[in-house]
């Protein structure tokens, strides 16, 4: 769902506890550890920058900064912030600092501007600082801290009747009381409206007057969130894969994320259908799947991850298509079908439940999504089929089943945007995890402030998606030249 970038969840374990970092709606694959912060704690807001513990990629520096764990009490306990910045590699030409906003939730945006800063383009390496965080719950930042043994007794979302509602309820309370004791007061103050507070005393200790600012995915929530509280701060700001936050109800959420996700999907149908060099080109694209989907349901699909293992429906559907349409790799996922399809049936044995992460707190206790029971429940699943009749048990119905019963603090609410410059909103037509439907609702809600930027490919991120929006988004970051209004940017070969 919003999810991005590239991580899901990451879990430091040790014997029977584990460092949940995040967790992703949207994506399944692992992040590596962010490097370790050696800068000295920050004192009165300002930052002591020290060279990042990652001598494989050297350059970005790190600091910590120290911000209460409830901004409601400034005076009260305080916890420290990984920060990382990589300075522009043209002093002459440098504007200022940008900073990025990690999607996720969970992702790493330390580990971002240490081992991945290719991800922005060269004119914005050339012309700002790159400046990240790991958001408070996240990485370095008083991660939140669960069992392991817990954790691997989560519930499958399959539910089949009311004694499985309410076994998840229960295990959702259990887990909640678990990592709130193993993390902290932090755990109760995850949600995005503290992380715009954090955002803010950011831009103060980096020096900025106005705020610089690129959101993706996840991220995009909180610069929306930003514009929204402090409007006349901001200088410049991206959007790009955004969450709509204003979708009303579980119902509405999960038939969104079903419609972004099914429309990828027929994609890659597409796509196959016109690839010569497509692993499953003249074939029924949409047979062969449902006959891998009846297969994992049968526990008779190997994982390939996993020899000997058999793949459930579910990580079929996460893990092995749904992870590849973020980058819009459909030869890979095509190859990955043809294998599987080609495989040998495991002798029929107990489908194993899916290796999905828990929904962080971050994510609870940003959206309000109640349900009240098993019957109501399993009419959000047959609405999600419906929708999405090639992928059934998506993710976000994984979050909405890990949510159940957690109290929530910033719910969803239209944007209330008053007095702020122009904010470019970026998407692609064809993304599997913020539709394309959200970037034009909350385009809208920034009223005059919104600008549309339309890629017209596929994929989860489209600001480096060919020169058209490169150029675009670099003119806006630097100097503060709009695009015209309903700009769309054409598709580039994958």
Same mark, same amino acid.
């Given at each position: 769902?919003?999810?991005?970038?590239?991580?899901?969840?990451?879990?430091?374990?040790?014997?029977?506890?584990?460092?949940?970092? %995040?967790?992703?709606?949207?994506?399944?694959?692992?992040?590596?550890?962010?490097?370790?912060?050696?800068? !000295?704690? &920050?004192?009165?807001?300002? !930052?002591?920058?020290?060279?990042?513990?990652?001598?494989?990629?050297?350059?970005?520096?790190?600091?910590?900064? &120290?911000?209460?764990?409830?901004?409601?009490?400034?005076?009260?306990?305080?916890?420290?912030?990984?920060?990382?910045?990589?300075?522009?590699?043209?002093?002459?030409?440098?504007?200022?600092?940008?900073?990025? %906003?990690?999607?996720?939730?969970?992702?790493?945006?330390?580990?971002?501007?240490? %081992?991945?800063?290719?991800?922005?383009? /060269?004119?914005?390496?050339?012309?700002?600082?790159?400046?990240?965080?790991?958001?408070? =719950?996240?990485?370095?930042?008083?991660?939140?801290? *669960?069992?392991?043994?817990?954790?691997?007794?989560?519930?499958?979302?399959?539910?089949?009747?009311?004694?499985?509602?309410?076994?998840?309820?229960?295990?959702?309370?259990?887990?909640?009381?678990?990592?709130?004791?193993?993390?902290?007061?932090?755990?109760?103050?995850?949600?995005?409206?503290?992380?715009?507070?954090?955002?803010?005393?950011?831009?103060?200790?980096?020096?900025?007057?106005? +705020?610089?600012?690129?959101?993706?995915?996840?991220?995009?929530?909180?610069?929306?969130?930003?514009?929204?509280?402090?409007?006349?701060?901001?200088?410049?700001?991206?959007?790009?894969?955004?969450?709509?936050?204003?979708?009303?109800?579980?119902?509405?959420? $999960?038939?969104?994320?079903?419609?972004?996700?099914?429309?990828?999907?027929?994609?890659?149908?597409?796509? *196959?259908?016109?690839?010569?060099? *497509?692993?499953?080109?003249?074939?029924?694209?949409? &047979?062969?799947?449902?006959? $891998?989907?009846?297969?994992?349901?049968? =526990?008779?699909?190997?994982?390939?991850?996993?020899?000997?293992? &058999?793949?459930?429906?579910?990580?079929?559907?996460?893990?092995?298509?749904?992870?590849?349409?973020?980058?819009?790799?459909?030869?890979? +996922?095509?190859?990955?079908?043809?294998?599987?399809?080609?495989?040998?049936?495991? @002798?029929?044995? /107990?489908?194993?439940?899916?290796?999905?992460?828990?929904?962080?707190?971050?994510?609870?206790?940003?959206?309000?999504? /109640?349900?009240?029971?098993?019957?109501?429940?399993?009419? $959000?699943?047959?609405?999600?089929?419906?929708?999405?009749?090639?992928?059934?048990?998506? !993710?976000?119905?994984?979050?909405?089943?890990?949510?159940?019963?957690?109290?929530?603090?910033?719910?969803?609410?239209?944007?209330?945007?008053?007095?702020?410059?122009?904010?470019?909103?970026?998407?692609?037509?064809?993304?599997?995890?913020?539709?394309?439907?959200?970037?034009?609702?909350?385009?809208?809600?920034?009223?005059?402030? %919104?600008?549309?930027?339309?890629?017209?490919?596929?994929?989860?991120?489209?600001?480096?998606?060919?020169?058209?929006?490169?150029?675009?988004?670099?003119?806006?970051?630097?100097?503060?030249?709009? @695009?015209?209004?309903?700009?769309?940017?054409?598709?580039?070969?994958?």
């Amino acid at each position: 769902m919003p999810f991005k970038d590239r991580s899901a969840l990451r879990l430091i374990a040790t014997r029977g506890t584990a460092m949940a970092v %995040g967790a992703a709606t949207a994506v399944l694959t692992g992040l590596a550890a962010a490097p370790a912060v050696h800068a !000295l704690p &920050s004192a009165a807001g300002a !930052l002591r920058w020290a060279p990042c513990d990652d001598a494989a990629k050297p350059g970005a520096e790190c600091a910590v900064l &120290s911000v209460p764990v409830d901004w409601a009490r400034p005076a009260g306990p305080k916890l420290d912030l990984a920060v990382a910045r990589r300075k522009a590699t043209d002093p002459g030409a440098r504007i200022g600092s940008m900073v990025f %906003g990690p999607g996720g939730p969970g992702d790493s945006g330390v580990e971002m501007v240490v %081992g991945r800063i290719s991800r922005f383009s /060269p004119e914005v390496r050339r012309r700002f600082d790159i400046v990240s965080f790991d958001p408070r =719950g996240v990485g370095d930042s008083n991660p939140v801290a *669960c069992s392991g043994d817990l954790l691997a007794e989560r519930p499958s979302p399959e539910l089949t009747n009311q004694a499985d509602f309410d076994a998840t309820l229960a295990y959702n309370s259990r887990l909640r009381a678990d990592c709130r004791s193993r993390t902290g007061p932090v755990f109760d103050h995850l949600d995005t409206a503290q992380t715009v507070r954090d955002l803010d005393a950011l831009r103060a200790a980096i020096g900025e007057r106005k +705020l610089t600012f690129h959101g993706s995915s996840y991220g995009t929530l909180l610069g929306a969130q930003y514009a929204e509280t402090y409007p006349r701060r901001v200088r410049a700001m991206v959007l790009e894969s955004v969450m709509d936050h204003s979708v009303p109800t579980a119902r509405d959420f $999960l038939r969104s994320e079903a419609a972004a996700a099914e429309d990828s999907f027929q994609e890659f149908v597409k796509w *196959c259908d016109g690839a010569a060099d *497509c692993a499953l080109h003249g074939r029924d694209v949409r &047979s062969v799947w449902q006959g $891998l989907l009846d297969r994992a349901g049968r =526990g008779e699909l190997e994982d390939p991850a996993k020899p000997g293992m &058999s793949l459930s429906p579910s990580d079929l559907v996460n893990r092995n298509a749904f992870r590849k349409f973020y980058d819009a790799d459909y030869a890979g +996922l095509a190859t990955a079908v043809a294998e599987m399809d080609a495989s040998k049936p495991l @002798p029929a044995s /107990p489908t194993s439940t899916a290796a999905l992460p828990p929904a962080t707190p971050v994510f609870c206790s940003d959206w309000h999504l /109640p349900v009240r029971d098993y019957r109501e429940y399993a009419s $959000l699943v047959a609405t999600m089929r419906r929708t999405a009749p090639d992928l059934p048990y998506l !993710l976000p119905i994984h979050m909405v089943a890990a949510c159940l019963g957690a109290p929530t603090a910033n719910p969803q609410h239209r944007l209330d945007v008053h007095g702020a410059p122009p904010i470019l909103v970026s998407n692609a037509r064809h993304d599997p995890a913020t539709g394309y439907p959200w970037a034009v609702s909350v385009a809208r809600q920034l009223r005059r402030s %919104g600008v549309l930027l339309t890629y017209e490919g596929q994929g989860h991120g489209s600001v480096t998606s060919g020169p058209c929006m490169e150029d675009a988004v670099d003119g806006y970051l630097t100097d503060l030249a709009v @695009p015209p209004r309903g700009t769309v940017c054409p598709a580039v070969p994958s």
